[in-house]
Nanobody
Framework: QVQLVESGGGLVQPGGSLRLSCAAS????????MGWYRQAPGKQRELVAA???????NYADSAKGRFTISRDNAKNTVYLQMNSLKPEDTAVYYC???????????????WGRGTQVTVSS
């Protein structure tokens, strides 16, 4: 069993900051890429940022310059530092990880349950 648990969401005013965390636990052999997605009401889920095990990053245009993704491989945890938040950043944020559970077992995607981020005055 593998679990991804997000934390750090909440209500913040425009221009404010939040830091999301996602910890992976359970039967884990290795974690490849990890990332954050978001889904606003009535919209499709979209990639916000992703990071490889080696630390290479990829950001959506909307996140560039404002968000920073990082990870702690020893803790199986990925973070998303969000600064200069805008009302249009309001969404449920989901953690995603490509995880292999044992040697020789192909990796697959796992998802967290999501954490709500609301940007409003």
């Amino acid at each position: 069993q593998v679990q991804l648990v997000e934390s750090g969401g909440g209500l913040v005013q425009p221009g404010g900051s939040l830091r999301l965390s996602c910890a992976a636990s359970g039967s884990i052999f290795s974690i490849n890429a990890m990332g954050w997605y978001r889904q606003a009401p009535g919209k499709q889920r979209e990639l916000v940022a992703a990071i490889t095990r080696g630390g290479s990053t990829n950001y959506a245009d909307s996140a560039k310059g404002r968000f920073t993704i990082s990870r702690d491989n020893a803790k199986n945890t990925v973070y998303l530092q969000m600064n200069s938040l805008k009302p249009e950043d309001t969404a449920v944020y989901y953690c995603n990880a490509d995880i292999s559970r044992a040697i020789g077992v192909p990796s697959r995607d796992y998802w967290g349950r999501g954490t709500q981020v609301t940007v409003s005055s």
